[in-house]
């Protein structure tokens, strides 16, 4: 029966072959992580409060399918404060359930069978089966340590086909801490308009950049009319459990996305909704305060790598590193379940993120100083025993 | 550079000029001579524990007296507040604006010990007009670390 019953295309995402070591990463205990990506900070109590308030002052019905627009409004303001991107709060924005559904409804609303969306590699683990899901196949398009996993004109040219119909891109980037800036994004800008490829730029790490200014692909000239912006509040507001995203781009696109998300969804949570009207409107000191905060233990994360004889280039965004562990002998996954059974450190196998991963290791510094300290300390132990072990091994 | 070593210091006073060099990407050295600059301006007062003394066995009692002065001539609040900060049982002395001038914060084993320290060495000074005096019960949050209520990382070890 169940054979019967389910599509080709959701059988055809294989469950990823290192699940096994996630459940035994997440099963065991006394686990010193750094392994999640999501911030440790709490939403701020403001925030909390006034979703609090909302649910026993204002309505608890839904709001209009594309989010209450007072919420648009200040979406609206905040993208042209922030990332001088311009969008009318009336037919240009569309509120979602997090940023990961937003990501969904454009690829389901632009998608064709057989349309080839590319997707820069190392890559976030959700825009490959959510391509696949909306009939579309997923083109991995490798970025490299080298070019500070910048996706470079060149690359991106090389996997371009008559079929190519969009680009999903996330910068800063998850794994890899990557950013792209102006003059990166000129760069692919040119190819993009000249092969007519419309872009989904996941922007949800926009806030979490260091000693840079985060720059948008859709404030290049001619590039608003073929990008969609999807950002949210879960990493820049630490608001992960709102599932809070939105989306703001092209007319059209956005009545389209809206229709899906219309009949899908309904609306984004009310509660939610509040709670991130005022953290766009009362909460901003609060992500400096933050941001100040990582990029100190950003800074300790890179250089306890390099002080282990990783090579570990420098992120400038988001809140990982992404050492480079090729050197040691074992591949990425083997790397991870032996460090976790010797030294009960839980960190991701680069592999996780696609074929280009192989080698790295991705380390979130969402976590207290204290705990990275302790987990340097541990991964350092274990680098040390397996060159040595290595070095007895080939005398 | 300053306003920052110091922030970091004033968390957690336990890390090392090279770790807080690490942590502003500026060299030990510079760290350390700022240290150095810090502590001979009086900058850096002290280096010290937080400690939630009701998890331990030690019995005290802590109050907050707030006491009226009149200030003097040629010196104000400042020679009045600067005696009284002199006894050993006094924690902190601080100028307010409002119903009171100073709040002061004694310890004592017990309140008899706080009770005498007013009326003997408090209340007789001098320029001292009245004295209020507060008990502390219970403290809930202090330099910004809560004593309770921390919410525990129930974050999985691994999520994408």
Known sequence: MMENLLNKRIKSISPSGIRKFFDIANQMENVISLGVGEPDFRTPWHVRAAAVQSIEQKGTSYTANAGLLELRKAISRYLEDRFQLEYNPENQILVTVGASEAVDLALRAIVEEGDEILIPEPTYVSYLPSVVLAGGVAVPVPTYESRSFRLTAEDLEKHITPRTKAIVMCYPNNPTGAVMELSDLKAIGEVLKEHDIFVISDEIYSELVYGITHTSIASLPGMAERTLVINGFSKSFAMTGWRLGYAAGPVELLQAMTKIHQYAIMCAPTMSQYAGLEALENGLSHVKTMVAEYNQRRRVMVDGFRQMGLSCFEPQGAFYVFPRISDLGLSSDEFCTQLLQEERVAVVPGIAFGASGEGFIRCSYAYSLDSIREALRRIDRFVTHRRRVSSNAAN | ?160
């Open chain 2, 1 to 160: 550079m300053r306003i920052e070593i110091l922030q970091i210091l004033e968390r957690d006073s336990r890390l090392t000029p090279a770790e807080i060099g690490v942590m502003l990407a500026i060299p030990q050295e510079e760290v350390e001579a700022e240290l150095e600059q810090l502590r001979e301006e009086n900058v850096i007062l002290g280096y010290h524990t937080l400690v939630d003394w009701e998890k331990t066995s030690r019995e005290f009692v802590t109050a907050q007296i707030e006491v009226k002065v009149t200030p003097q001539r040629d010196f104000g609040f400042d020679q009045i507040a600067q005696r009284i900060a002199q006894f050993p049982e006094v924690q902190s002395v601080f100028l307010y604006s409002g119903d009171f001038d100073l709040s002061v914060i004694v310890e004592g084993k017990t309140i008899k010990d706080i009770a005498a320290f007013v009326s003997d060495k408090l209340a007789v000074m001098d320029s001292v007009e009245s004295c209020k005096t507060h008990f502390i019960l219970k403290k809930y949050k202090q330099n910004g670390f809560l004593f309770e209520g921390n919410e525990a990382d129930e974050r999985p070890a691994i999520l994408l």
